[in-house]
């Protein structure tokens, strides 16, 4: 018989997540990896974190939680210890960080839908105000994007949303009804807006645009997250094309 993973994760880890506000549902499997559990916040804010199994690499487990912790086991002891280790973690530091989180400013679903509805609005004003905003010029126009976002990166939360905002919405704005098959997706579990592409790629790509520009103001670089997930939309080839 095989490991009762999710039976054995509820048993370690179940009462004291349900005392904190969280529910344990059940993962899906990926590619290369199996979500064995996800524990998500019932209060609706949209936090969570999961245990996942790599498999890949037998016996690697996962806790992500805003980091990640790794375990590894050979049989139902040793996973029943790994999950132990990672219940332990969550009590003497995840679920603290988890809660120090929820105290940074964020954007939440209003925001998501706000710029959802005025996008379009937002680009012309970006466009009347000088910044790039050309369809047939997207090379220029996510460079001047990219701009304008970095000069938010010196100011605090208040005085850089309304940037976010517009960033977002220019984004949003040069890749839906363009010549790629790009579209505006709204998933039930998430709390923004998604821009999702099918057709021509590998794999269907999907990111919320509000997701990279705020990762892309906390850490205060456009390489690793902004301009590496907006290539993600196109092919090679039109990736040489736009000069991107």
Known sequence: MGIKYKKIIEEIMGEEARRRGYKIEAGVGLLVTRQLAIFSRVDGKGQHFIITKNLLEEGTLYLDCGQRISSYYTDETSFRKSISEFNEFMLDEGYKYLEKKLEEKHFTHEDSE??????????????KAGVV?????????????????????????????DTMYAVTAGITYLLVDNIFPIEIIDFDDTSFYYLSRKDGLQFTFSESPLHMVYATYKLKNMEPFLKKRIRCFFTEEELKEIGI
Do not use: M
């Open 114 to 127: 706000y710029v959802k509805k005025n996008y379009k609005e937002i680009a012309i004003e970006l466009l």
């Open 133 to 161: 905003i050309d369809k047939d010029n997207l090379k220029d126009s996510f460079e001047s994007l990219f701009e304008l976002l970095e000069e938010a990166f010196s100011k605090d939360w208040d005085s850089a949303i």
